[in-house]
């Protein structure tokens, strides 16, 4: 998780879209709150595509990308103005997969309180593609939720 703002709490879990209704497997984090700075040596924090930059990270070790299994992350912006924030999805070999920068990932301006749903999806044909919503107001498109990519 990389955002541009401290302000950000977030939930990790692993799903199983093989069965109906979904089901929650695991919870790879709860809370989890960003610190300042990359959390990798290896890993610089990116820049958004708005020009903003990550100021802030968390690592949170064990998303699946194996059917019928998705890792979702929801975080909520606890920020009095809006934030940018977004997920880099790092190989075994500790290099990233997605582009913050190229919107990959990334949702630019959460209004404060707003939650976004990010998922890191099994089928997506592309590694380390995200996809999300983004619910309570979507900046100037005034509607309450709106798919991501």
């Given at each position: 998780?990389?955002?541009?703002?401290?302000?950000?709490?977030?939930?990790?879990?692993?799903?199983?879209?093989?069965?109906?209704?979904?089901?929650?497997?695991?919870?790879?984090?709860?809370?989890?709150?960003?610190?300042?700075g990359?959390?990798?040596?290896?890993v610089?924090?990116p820049?958004?595509?708005?020009?903003?930059?990550?100021?802030?990270?968390?690592?949170?070790?064990g998303?699946?990308?194996?059917?019928?299994?998705?890792?979702?992350?929801?975080?909520?912006?606890?920020?009095?103005?809006?934030?940018?924030?977004?997920?880099?999805?790092?190989?075994?070999?500790?290099?990233?997969?997605?582009?913050?920068?190229?919107?990959?990932g990334?949702?630019?301006?959460?209004?404060?309180?707003?939650?976004?749903?990010?998922?890191?999806?099994?089928?997506?044909g592309?590694?380390?593609e995200?996809?999300?919503?983004?619910?309570?107001?979507?900046?100037?498109?005034?509607t309450?939720?709106?798919?991501?990519?």
């Amino acid at each position: 998780m990389v955002a541009s703002s401290p302000l950000v709490s977030c939930n990790v879990m692993i799903v199983d879209n093989g069965v109906n209704p979904p089901v929650s497997l695991a919870t790879l984090g709860t809370g989890v709150r960003l610190a300042p700075g990359a959390m990798l040596a290896t890993v610089a924090l990116p820049q958004f595509a708005d020009a903003q930059m990550a100021t802030h990270a968390a690592v949170i070790p064990g998303v699946i990308k194996k059917d019928p299994l998705d890792t979702d992350i929801f975080c909520t912006s606890l920020a009095a103005q809006p934030i940018d924030l977004g997920v880099e999805l790092l190989g075994p070999e500790g290099t990233v997969r997605n582009s913050v920068a190229a919107g990959n990932g990334a949702v630019l301006n959460v209004a404060p309180g707003a939650t976004v749903h990010l998922r890191y999806h099994r089928d997506t044909g592309l590694p380390g593609e995200c996809g999300g919503h983004y619910y309570g107001g979507s900046p100037g498109s005034g509607t309450d939720r709106q798919h991501l990519r």
